[in-house]
Antibody, heavy 119, light 110 residues
């Protein structure tokens, strides 16, 4: 059974860089899948951040594009999110998820991790 | 890109059917059959219930169905049950190879 697990600091200072890792276990990180990040501010809806695949094709939400980097490390079976110059508005639960290529099916999700931006 | 439009809330009694709409533009919902729906309970990760407009993953109840007409996708839940009370989100592919969520709909089972 595939499992995704987010990890990283739960508290980040304003203007610094948020860094999270999603570790994939029980399955391959290669093949025809896309690996992405979604966030949810407290009490609000879901926001798509971006995704990548093992060949390096990467797509980002236009509203975050200037601050976001998503990368995959197939040897370590994880993919990462970096969001620079954070503000309080970036406080959210961050989810990693897998999408089956050629479909809209986000079939596996991590449990989510709360990141708070505060000094 | 603008979020897809969903009603903030819908409600229904047990046994009834409800429909949640997800309205976009020809640049997203109307342009592709890449719309999926997610059910989310408080404090939990979302779970896919419909993908590619109308496909139901294995293990998802037959009571959930999806459709699309023009720029609007719809999720229908028939035979409402108390356990269906949750938040529901749609997401669509866009012309610029990104994805956009709807604002979410809170379903209350009366």
């Amino acid at each position: 059974q595939l499992q995704l697990q987010e990890s990283g600091p739960g508290l980040v200072k304003p203007s610094e860089t948020l860094s999270l890792t999603c570790t994939v276990s029980g399955g391959s990180i290669t093949s025809s899948y896309y690996w992405g990040w979604i966030r949810q501010p407290p009490g609000k809806g879901l926001e798509w951040i971006g995704n990548t695949n093992d060949s390096g094709s990467t797509y980002y939400n236009p509203s975050l594009k200037s601050r976001v980097t998503i990368s995959v490390d197939t040897s370590k079976k994880h993919f990462s999110l970096r969001l620079s110059s954070v503000t309080a508005a970036d406080t959210a639960v961050y989810y990693c998820a897998r999408r089956r290529g050629g479909t809209s099916d986000l079939d596996y999700w991590g449990q989510g991790t709360l990141v708070t931006v505060s000094s | 890109q603008s979020a897809l439009t969903q009603p903030a809330s819908v409600s229904g009694s047990p046994g009834q059917s409800i429909t949640i709409s997800c309205t976009g533009t020809s640049n997203d919902v109307g342009g592709y059959n890449y719309v999926s729906w997610y059910q989310q309970y408080p404090g939990k990760a979302p779970k896919v219930i419909i993908y590619d407009v109308s496909n139901r993953p294995s293990g998802v109840s037959y009571r959930f169905s999806g459709s699309k007409s023009g720029n609007t996708a719809s999720l229908t839940i028939s035979g409402l049950q108390a356990e269906d009370e949750a938040d529901y989100y749609c997401i669509s592919y866009t012309t610029i190879s990104t994805w956009v969520f709807g604002g979410g709909t809170k379903l209350t089972v009366l």
